[in-house]
C-alpha cells in the first residue's frame, strides 16, 4: 500500500513515500523557500536499491504549486515511483494544531477541514498551509484517504492540573488559553521506541526533542503528562532561535516602554533568540565550533542550554514520582554528543549517569549511553515523524 506523508510548514514542503507496512520511504523530498524567488527542491529516490538525488532551484509560488511539483517527480516516466495518481491509497498530513479537538489521527472530511480551519487563530504560520496542502492532495489524489495527523493530539492525555495557567477562567472558556504542546509525533514516536527498548510498558520516560525547535515531555506508560511547549511553542527550552521560558513582565515592560510593537517582540523570541540571539547562528554545529575557538557567548549559550534543560529533567522527574528512561532525539539530541553529556552530568541524585565512551559513538540506530547497572537509562533514538505519520495513517485504514 503506497502512502504519501506531507509535512508542510510555513514555507516548507517535506514529504515521503512509503510503500507501507516497509519502514524505509522510497522517496524523501523537501522543497524550501517556498514564496522566495528561487526555492530549493531536493528529491531523493530509492528505487530497486538504487538512490537517485535530484536538486533544482526554481520558483515556487505557494505549496499548491509545491504539491504539482512533487506529483510530476513521483511519476516521472523514467525514475518516478507512481504510473498514476490512483496508486496513492493514503495521504497522512502533519497538522501542527488540533486543539483539544482531535488526539488522534482522523480520516478528513468536510467537517474535519471546517475544526482545523477554526484552529487557525491557535497556528496561524501553519493550519492554513496543511488545509491548503489537504485540498491540493484531494484534487491531485481523488482516490486517495486523506488523514490528518496533529502534533497536539499526543498531548490531549496532560491533566488539567498541568494544561490550565492560572489566569482568568474565561481565558480558557472562551479564549482557549491553555498548553497544548508540540512535537507530539515525534515523542509519540521515540518513547514507543524506547519503551520497545525496555521491554516495558509501565516506563516513565522524559523525551527530550532538540532540534531546531525544542521540547521535552514526562511520559507515564506511553501517555504525555506534561510537556514544556505551551499554548505556543516558546515555552520551555531554549532553542536555535527561541527563547523558551522568559518571565511574561519582560514583554511587558517592552511594550509599555513602546520601545518595540508586538510585531516586533514576537520577532524578536520567535526568530532573533535562542542560540542566534547570543551567537548569529541558529545552528548548533556553527555554535559548537564558536565554543571551540574561545567566544563567550557561544560558551555561556551552550551552558544555559543545557542548564535549562537539567531544570526540567528535574521537574519532570517529581511530576513522574522517579524515572526510568531518558530518551534525546531531534538533531541536536541525536547528534551532538557534548550536549547529552552537559544535561547528563552531576544528575547522580537521580542516578542518571552517562557512559562517554558510548556516548561519543556516533550510529543512526537506537542506543542506550547509559552505564551499565539499575540506573535510569540514557538512550539516543532516533525521531522519525514521517514514519510515525505513515503508520498512523495505516492503522486508520
Ligand atoms: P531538526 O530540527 O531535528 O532537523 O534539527 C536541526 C538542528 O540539528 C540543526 O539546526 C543543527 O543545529 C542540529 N544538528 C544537525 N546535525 C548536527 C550535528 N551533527 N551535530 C550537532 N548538531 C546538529
Not at 520558483?59 to 516521472?76: M, P, Q, W, Y
Amino acid at each position: 500500500m503506497n502512502i504519501l506523508v506531507i509535512n508542510a510548514g510555513s514555507s516548507s514542503l517535506k514529504y515521503q513515500f512509503f510503500r507501507m507496512p516497509s519502514e524505509a520511504p522510497l522517496c524523501t523530498g523537501i522543497i524550501e523557500k517556498i514564496g522566495a524567488k528561487n526555492a530549493f527542491i531536493k528529491h531523493k529516490t530509492l528505487n530497486g536499491g538504487i538512490e537517485k538525488v535530484l536538486e533544482s532551484e526554481e520558483h515556487i509560488a505557494d505549496h499548491a504549486v509545491g504539491l504539482n511539483k512533487v506529483l510530476r517527480l513521483l511519476s516521472d516516466p523514467a525514475d518516478g515511483l507512481i504510473q498514476n495518481t490512483d496508486e496513492i491509497a493514503a495521504v497522512g498530513h502533519r497538522v501542527v494544531h488540533g486543539g483539544d479537538y482531535f488526539s488522534k489521527a482522523t480520516r478528513i472530511t468536510a467537517d474535519i477541514k471546517e475544526k482545523i480551519r477554526e484552529l487557525s487563530d491557535l497556528a496561524p504560520l501553519h493550519n492554513p498551509v496543511s488545509l491548503e496542502c489537504i485540498e491540493v492532495a484531494e484534487a491531485t489524489f481523488p482516490k486517495a484517504v486523506q488523514v490528518a495527523v496533529f502534533d497536539t493530539a499526543f498531548h490531549q492525555t496532560i491533566p488539567e492540573v498541568a494544561y490550565r495557567y492560572a489566569i482568568p477562567e474565561k481565558l480558557y472558556e472562551k479564549d482557549k488559553m491553555r498548553v497544548y504542546g508540540f512535537h507530539g509525533t515525534s515523542h509519540g514516536h521515540v518513547t514507543q521506541k524506547a519503551m520497545q527498548w525496555l521491554g516495558r510498558q509501565d516506563a516513565r520516560i522524559i523525551s527530550i526533542h532538540l532540534g531546531n525547535g525544542c521540547s521535552i515531555t514526562a511520559v507515564d506508560s506511553g501517555r504525555s503528562v506534561d510537556t514544556s511547549m505551551g499554548f505556543g511553542p516558546l515555552s520551555g527550552l531554549i532553542m536555535g532561535t527561541r527563547s523558551g521560558d522568559i518571565d511574561p513582565s519582560v514583554l511587558l515592560h517592552l511594550m509599555d516602554n513602546g520601545t518595540y510593537t508586538p510585531d516586533e517582540i514576537s520577532d524578536i523570541l520567535n526568530k532573533q533568540s535562542g542560540l542566534r540571539g547570543f551567537t548569529g547562528s541558529n545552528d548548533m554545529r556553527d555554535v559548537r565550533r564558536m565554543q571551540q575557538e574561545g567566544s563567550r557567548p557561544a560558551s555561556l549559550i551552550l551552558d544555559m542550554y543545557a542548564y535549562r534543560i537539567k531544570k526540567y529533567i528535574g521537574a519532570y522527574a517529581a511530576v513522574l514520582n522517579g524515572l526510568d528512561a531518558i530518551v534525546f532525539t531531534a538533531g541536536v539530541g541525536e547528534n551532538d554528543v557534548a550536549i547529552r553529556e552537559a544535561v547528563c552530568t552531576g544528575m547522580d541524585y537521580l542516578n542518571i549517569h552517562l557512559d562517554k565512551e558510548k556516548n561519543s559513538i556516533r550510529a543512526g540506530n537506537i542506543r542506550e549511553i547509559s552505564r551499565v547497572g539499575d540506573g535510569v537509562k540514557i538512550l539516543v533514538v532516533p525521531t522519525n515523524e514521517e514514519l510515525e505519520i505513515a503508520q498512523q495513517t495505516l492503522e486508520l485504514l
